[in-house]
């Protein structure tokens, strides 16, 4: 059996007027809705991982064979209702994937795709969540 080689792709970040728990519970929301089964959360750190799945694309599966995917998303508190939330793919395969010709429209793919689970996340907690107050709101 040939051994997996992971890709670990890049962090697509943004920042939220919400404190990290609600960012916590939202980002693991979003990934459950997105089809995605959690594999592990831990909100004391802000991690939400998702379990590996297979990856079904006809031409990945024609150029690096099967190859499967997880997503990883940390949050950082910048202050009591400020957070920072960045959102990474991995993908893993027998393949090399640096060297394959599909490798840039993957890679472009996946940026489109964090971007849009951001967007997701933003909007559910515009939504659902308790906004901080603009600053000289008052009280």
Known sequence: MRP?????GAGVA????????EVVRAARHQLVTDQWEIYFVDSARGVVVSKWKALRHPLLT???GKARMRCVVHIEPMGRNRSRIIFRADIASHGD?????????AKRAYSAAAQN???????????H??????PGAGP
């Open 62 to 64: 024609y150029f690096v």
């Open 14 to 21: 943004d920042t939220l007027p919400y404190a990290k728990g």
């Open 129 to 134: 969540g308790r906004r901080a107050s603009p």
């Open 97 to 105: 994937l640096a060297g394959n010709p599909m490798f840039g429209d």
């Open 4 to 8: 997996w080689k992971t890709f670990y």
């Open 117 to 127: 689970y951001l967007i997701k996340v933003r909007q559910y907690l515009y939504d």
